[in-house]
């Protein structure tokens, strides 16, 4: 230490807080650190995290540097940021989370990208399109649909009326909450036909492939959201039944699935007697949505 410089821990700052927790998320072996490091830094503070490059001088008090603390120990056990801050962006529109909701990816986005470019070929968004959303979870992509859509109305189901009120909820924060119906059920058991579209990210991970699950997604994605039987095609035969009667002529399906289990739903969809499948591959390359039209008998 110099001589004659002031003892004890130099006053915390924002730039500070952020590389100490930086430091500890690599020594965790997070891959994220130096993000996650970022948003959790600001979050104690109340900032938001552009802060921690725009002014990283901002003194940070003893209280926002505890809560800091509290934060970095949650995602050192495995919690996913998201979690921590009760929200994830998806479409860029923030989403309320709960223990309910399974938490948004980024490669759902395709399947939102895929159902807006078959409304596009099929009548365009400004119709009246009347869709359900199987398995809505925190209505993402319900609720990127209807922002989109302008005259587009859905019906959003889900097993869990926990995560009924959080869709509907997020429905109201983007402003398409009149538009936004929310149905307690299994799959589309509830709804009459007249559907233009049904979309779903449905739960598609064979049970056994659990313990190979990041503990991000084991330990905070909801079980209901993630694992289906039968090698985790068995929501995807109950959505091309349910589909294939609830859809009208003309209609079509689009579902997310697992990067190996595009033959397997291609199959399924057929075997429903749906025509015109294609199988639509994500940012990273990988397949991840089916979609399928359904024509008249
Ligand atoms: N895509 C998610 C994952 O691999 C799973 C979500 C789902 O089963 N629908 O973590």
Redesign the pocket.
């Known amino acids: 230490m110099t001589p004659g410089a002031p003892q004890g821990d130099p006053p915390e700052t924002l730039g500070r807080l952020a590389a100490s927790l930086r430091a500890a998320f690599r020594a965790a072996g997070l891959d994220t650190a130096a993000l996650d490091a970022r948003i959790l830094a600001a979050h104690a503070a109340g900032v938001d995290a552009d802060r921690v490059v725009l002014d990283p001088e901002r003194p940070v008090s003893p209280e926002e540097g505890a809560r800091a603390a509290g934060l970095m120990e949650r995602r050192i056990a495995g919690e996913p940021v998201g979690r921590i801050l009760g929200e994830r962006e998806f479409w860029g529109l923030a989403f309320a989370l709960s223990a309910e909701t399974?938490e948004p990816?980024p490669?759902t986005e395709t399947l939102v990208e895929r159902v807006l470019s078959w409304c596009d070929a099929r009548g365009g968004r400004e119709r009246a399109w009347r869709f359900a959303d199987v398995g809505t979870g925190s209505g993402c992509i319900a609720v990127a649909l209807l922002c989109e859509l302008p005259n587009a109305r859905a019906v959003a189901v889900d097993l869990s009326q926990s995560a009924l009120v959080t869709a509907q909820a997020n429905a109201a924060r983007h402003g398409v909450a009149a538009r936004f119906s929310a149905v307690c059920g299994d799959f589309a058991d509830a709804l009459a036909p007249g559907f233009d579209m049904l979309v779903s990210?449905?739960?598609?991970?064979a049970p056994q492939e659990r313990e190979a699950?990041s503990r991000e997604?084991r330990l905070f994605?909801p079980p209901l959201?993630?694992f289906a039987k039968d090698n985790g095609l068995a929501a995807y035969r109950r959505i091309a039944t349910e589909a294939g009667r609830i859809l009208v002529d003309g209609g079509f399906a689009m579902v997310?699935i697992?990067a190996a289990q595009a033959a397997d739903v291609t199959g399924i969809l057929i075997a429903a007697g749906f025509q015109d499948i294609a199988v639509f591959q994500d940012l990273g390359g990988r397949d991840r949505v089916a979609g399928a039209l359904r024509i008249a008998k």
């Open positions: 399974l990816r490669d990210n449905p739960p598609y991970i699950l997604v994605d959201a993630l997310e697992g």
